[in-house]
């Protein structure tokens, strides 16, 4: 057990839909990551947020939106889903930037349908 | 951003057999991640290297990093089904955070 929370777990919607995921760092961790895995693909690496503030942009979509609130945890918006969204996506965490090893949660599973 | 690229995408060894999986990147890396991902399960931390020149060891698992830092490599010693999953390397930073392709490593008992 890492530590890191998500929720749903499972979640299957149709298209144009919007869907809200929910990460809950490890206690103490400031920064939160998001990433996108697709079926036997890689970690694509969405957004990170460093105590509240976005610090970081990857290969996020503008359909996607993401923030992390006071309490630290963190919630990633994808809205008109297509069915090409439907993947793994984790969240990490860690004490900070750069030389911090990530903690992954167990990750939800979206299907778009 | 920088893209770190690693070799090779698949490997599929006999149980007792050596694995080697590399990292390479086209810059100086600050420091270099390793990680391990399970089938089903999340990535999960294996070591950081910050050093040039550095190796670590974690009994069968034996991680490098280049004198240049700019490649990694990650060498299981007589593998065993328990090592199946991939083995990711990862570029942190304070502004990028980017992840190799994955090396799937598959053990034939």
């Known amino acids: 057990d890492s530590g890191v929370t998500q929720t749903p777990k499972h979640l299957i919607t149709a298209t144009g839909q919007r869907v809200t995921l929910r990460c809950s760092p490890r206690?103490?961790?400031?920064?939160v990551y998001w990433y996108q895995q697709s079926l036997d693909q890689g970690l694509q690496f969405l957004i990170q947020?460093?105590?509240?503030?976005?610090?970081a942009k990857g290969n996020i979509l503008e359909r996607f939106s993401a923030q992390q609130f006071p309490d630290l945890h963190s919630e990633l918006n994808l809205s008109s889903l297509e069915l090409g969204d439907s993947a793994l996506y984790f969240c990490?965490?860690?004490?900070?930037?750069?030389?911090?090893?990530?903690?992954f949660g167990p990750g939800t599973r979206l299907t778009v349908t | 951003g920088q893209q770190v690229m690693q070799i090779p995408q698949y490997q599929h060894v006999q149980e007792g057999e050596d694995f080697t999986t590399y990292c390479n990147s086209s810059?100086?890396?600050?420091?270099i991640q390793w990680y391990k991902q399970r089938p089903g399960g999340h990535p999960v931390f294996l070591i950081q290297l910050v050093k040039s020149g550095e190796v670590k060891k974690q009994k069968r698992l034996t991680f490098q990093f280049g004198e240049a830092k700019k490649n990694s490599s990650l060498h299981i010693t007589a593998t065993q089904t328990t090592d199946v999953g991939t083995y990711f390397c990862?570029?942190?930073?304070?502004?990028?955070?980017?992840f190799g392709a994955g090396t799937r490593l598959t053990v034939k008992p």
């Open positions: 947020y460093y105590n509240g503030e976005e610090r």
């Open positions: 810059t100086t890396l600050s420091n």
């Open positions: 990862s570029k942190p930073g304070n502004n990028d955070m980017r």
């Open positions: 206690s103490g961790d400031l920064s």
């Open positions: 990490a965490s860690s004490a900070g930037q750069g030389l911090y090893e990530q903690y």
